[in-house]
């Protein structure tokens, strides 16, 4: 077709020019027809083409040329010399004794640090950011507030006085105008750079996803980290309001009607700190740090008529979800202790685990039908059918997502997976020095906390297993038996609160542990249940506890 005519062409052979695409070479990057590829195979005998549809082309790793021996590809790279080899260089004595690995692991090591640090900018640094330019935002909305007020004082002194007051009551509303107006324009131009900031953050995160998305070596392991400079985050300024004094009547007029004080900007460098994309419920205020308690005060307790609960679940902080050992879930009011809701799963079966997302919905585990539903306006829809395994435990994490704990069929394999609505997003499957971090049984209860750490209970360890948000294990708490009762322990339901304490129940010693966010054991709460199983903390640190009485 001419294109000087139409719209649009289909793709044509790089050799001939004429015939219609079919083959791709992922080695020379070469669009080919079935009658070209022949010729193309045997154009350089040197090179090891790989002949693929063009459907799937890019689909084999584009490994990068040798420097030092033309027509070469480097497979292995040198860690002491840190660039990659080809075999040529492995054979020459240059790299003799030096030790080498693969380049697809060094790729696989390159990609894991670059999306550790897409995380960062994308769930730390940019709602950080966020956070500063709303900050900045909500002082220029108050600043413009008390300017307001101010000038208005000075209008209703001014008011009180005679005529000749009137221009001097100008003059000095004049002064607060341009005082503000400097002000403003300060904290614009503060503003101003932080978007600009947190636009080249945006871009930078899109680099990394197509770096991660690449299966070019070389463009891949090009990527040079930018983060520290992100992480240093800007001055916190702070305009100092200027005070009206008025005057007595005792002296000459201008001493008479009052003065404005001096005013100042400050630029505190250390005032913001990292956050998560987590948002508070309240912007721009910070709940008070509770204290531990001595001893546990109980603030209410709702009789459910069940003969046992397994799990608990705050909607918020005046009411709560409770599931037992029938299909039915419940709301409460947790004041009034009054059942408000009850929704039955849809198989009819007992939910294993339940829990609430950010945006208020109910979900739950059916370990029976292999499913992760969740309850939207009193209608239950499957959100993941599982094949092969079973669903254990489901939290919702700060960021939205879920995480799942599951078991395969015959017990052999414990994994979490971390999904957005539906879609898979991260598989962590941990080992511990080659042996599996949980044990092979299907009792596990699962949280995340505020540091993104994933605490998983597991019973059958007797241990409570914590690993980063990469999977890398942690830390093992091991427990710290009462030694009025000396019993085993026996990890169950588990919770975080607000300052990153983990609290598991143990079931057989009848109290709730409290380690910090590192494993160190804190105290016990005895939580007055024979039993206790499931937990849940409200957004005042209240612990809410299920079991039985």
Known sequence: MDPRTSAQDVMRCDLCKTAVVQMHCDTCLVNL???????????????????????????????????????????????????????????????????????????????????????ELNDTIHPTYQDIASDVQNRMSQLQKEYVDLSTAITKHGEDWHRDSDKLVKKLT????????????????????????????????????????????SKVYSVKSKIEKYRKLPPKIVPSLPKFFPGKI?????????????????????????????????????PPVKQLLDEPETVTTIDTGDRELHNVACLSDEEIWTSGCDSTMKLYSINQGSLLKSINTRSGNMPGDIAVTKNGDLVYTDDKDRTVNIVKNEKIVEMIRLQNWIPLSV?????????????????TQIRVVRYS?????????????????????????????????????????????????????????????????????????????????????????????????????????????????????????NLENAGVL
């Open 33 to 119: 027809c079935t009658a070209c590829v022949g010729n193309h195979m045997i154009s350089d005998q040197y090179i090891n083409h790989k002949v693929v549809t063009f459907q799937t082309r890019k689909s084999t790793p584009i490994y990068p040329g040798c420097v030092i021996h033309d027509k070469e590809r480097c497979k292995m790279y040198c860690k002491q010399c840190n660039i990659p080899v080809c075999t040529k260089c492995i054979a020459s004595d240059e790299h003799l004794g030096h030790k080498l690995s693969e380049i697809l692991q060094i790729l696989d090591e390159k990609k894991d640090s670059i999306i550790q640090e897409q995380i």
């Open 421 to 541: 609505g539906s879609t898979k997003k991260q598989t962590i499957q941990v080992y511990d020095k080659g042996n599996l971090v949980y044990s092979n049984s299907h009792e596990k209860y699962m949280t995340e906390n505020k540091n993104l750490d994933i605490c998983v209970s597991d019973n059958g360890a007797e241990a409570v297993a914590v690993v980063n948000q990469a999977g890398k294990l942690r830390f093992r708490y091991t427990g710290h038996t009462p030694a009025t009762r000396k019993r085993p322990f026996d990890p169950v339901g588990i919770i975080t609160d607000s300052q990153s304490h983990i609290l598991t129940a143990d079931f057989n010693n009848e109290c709730v542990h409290i380690i910090d966010q590192d494993g160190q054991f804190l105290r016990y709460i005895d939580c007055g249940l024979s039993y206790p199983i499931g937990l849940c903390t409200d957004t005042t640190d």
């Open 250 to 286: 005792q002296l000459e007029l201008c001493k008479l009607f009052g003065s404005l004080s001096l005013s100042s900007i400050t630029s505190n460098k250390h005032d913001y700190n990292m956050t998560t994309s987590q948002k508070s419920s309240e912007a721009g205020s910070s």
């Open 174 to 217: 004049a002064d607060v105008e341009d005082i503000k107006n400097t002000q403003l324009q300060t904290l614009r131009k503060q503003m101003d750079e932080i978007n600009k900031t947190m636009s080249d953050i945006k871009n930078e995160i899109n680099s990394l996803e197509d770096a991660v998305a690449s299966k070019d070596i």
């Open 395 to 411: 939290c919702s994490t700060s960021c939205g997502d879920l995480l799942v704990i599951m078991g395969n069929d015959v017990i």
